[in-house]
Structure formats: structure tokens, C-alpha cells
């Protein structure tokens, strides 16, 4: 199973997917590029290809590409999502906010930035374009509690992985979740133990289920 992120562009227009996809081909840190023009296919796509970092559009002919997002959250809260369009609005920078959308970007943005921008979410990273207003962040509600030390020091992808780590799933089925190799699972368990100062995995999620990192 590759270890790199397969890229999904949700986009109604085949002119930006195309050329979003021609960048993003290029990168050596992608595994595959797929294409989904409306809210129902990401949604199939996510659900189906094993797919781990989305750029979507918020216009789509089928409905609001926020909510889809809010839906493939709940069923694969791993995926990273940046919302590419070319909608400024406050209100709609924090429902995405809101719902779990890591990155934020208009369609103006300089495309090196864009892709950037989703290799940054791909590894745990959050990122928000220069045409974000502190307005929006405001009306933002954040999605993650502060969690006290030794927690604050794991990235967001490391708490995805205790929270399953957490709730009885040995590596294989984490991996699975991810898109990732045992392997690559088994070494980020390692470096969460040792952020922790834990010797072992049961350690760990009692730890987790104390600050309520885990299964709700």
C-alpha cells in the first residue's frame, strides 16, 4: 500500500481540475490524482478510493461543498480537506472552519501555492490563503480543544491516530484508515509513545481516554 496521499479535485469545471491535476502529477509526494465534479462523486470517491487529501470547491452543481465535507468528516474524519473557490465571505470561511476543513484558499491563489498548500495539509499542517480575514477566523469555532502537555506537542495527525489507537485498533486497521503502510502506522505509534513518555500502546490510550482522545 503506497504511503503517499491520493490527491481527489472536486471542482465542476474541467479546465481547473486539468490543470490542478497536471501540477499535482508532477509532484513526487503524490500517489495519484482524481478528478469529482460534484458534491456525490467526492463523497463516493472519499468513501471508495481510499482518498486522504481534498481540494473542493464550495459551488458545486449538486449542492454545498461544505456540507459534503461536513459528511465525509464524520465517516473519515482522517481526510484532509482544503476548500479551493472563489468565495471570500466570512460566513463561509467559518462553516468550513467549523465542520473540519484544514486549509482555506482562493481560486486566485498563485497555483505553487495551492499545491503547497495541500502537501502542508497532507502532513498534518493547516493552512489559510492571504485573503483570509481575521473576521472569519473569528466566527470560527475551533474544531480541536487545547489539549495539556505532553499532548499539545503530537501534530493533528498523530491525535487521529491515538484517538484509533485509543478505541482497540491495532496498526493494520489505523493503516487502512489512512491510506498508510504498517510500517509508516507502527513508526508514528512509536514517535507518539515517545512524545508521551509512555512504554507501551495501553499506556497510551489510558492517557488518550483521560483527555478524552478516543472513542466518544
Given at each position: ?26 509532484e513526487s509526494w503524490v ?164 512524545k508521551l513518555g509512555v ?12 483527555v478524552g482522545i478516543g472513542?466518544?
Amino acid at each position: 500500500m503506497s504511503e503517499q496521499p491520493r490527491v481527489l479535485i472536486v471542482d465542476d469545471h474541467p479546465v481547473v481540475r486539468r490543470g490542478l491535476r497536471t501540477m499535482l502529477e508532477g509532484e513526487s509526494w503524490v500517489a495519484e490524482v482524481l478528478e469529482a465534479a460534484s458534491c456525490a462523486e467526492a463523497i463516493a470517491a472519499v468513501a471508495h478510493e481510499q482518498v486522504t487529501v481534498v481540494a473542493m470547491d464550495i459551488a458545486l452543481p449538486d449542492g454545498d461543498g461544505v456540507q459534503a465535507v461536513g459528511q465525509i468528516l464524520r465517516h473519515r474524519p482522517e481526510t484532509a480537506v482544503v476548500m479551493l473557490t472563489m468565495a471570500d465571505e466570512d460566513e463561509l470561511v467559518a462553516r468550513a472552519l467549523q465542520v473540519g476543513a484544514r486549509g482555506y484558499l482562493l481560486k486566485d491563489t498563485d497555483p505553487d501555492l495551492v499545491v503547497d498548500a495541500l502537501r502542508t495539509v497532507a502532513g498534518g499542517g493547516v493552512v489559510l490563503g492571504p485573503g483570509i480575514t481575521a473576521a472569519a477566523l473569528g466566527r470560527a469555532q475551533p474544531t480541536a480543544v487545547s489539549l495539556p502537555p505532553p499532548f499539545d506537542r503530537l501534530t493533528p495527525r498523530e491525535r487521529d491516530i491515538l484517538a484509533h489507537l485509543a478505541g482497540g485498533e491495532d496498526n493494520a486497521q489505523i493503516a487502512r484508515r489512512f491510506g498508510l503502510s504498517t510500517k509508516t502506522i507502527r513508526n508514528q505509534v512509536s514517535a507518539i509513545l515517545g512524545k508521551l513518555g509512555v512504554a507501551d500502546r495501553v499506556q497510551a490510550a489510558l492517557l488518550a481516554r483521560d483527555v478524552g482522545i478516543g472513542p466518544s
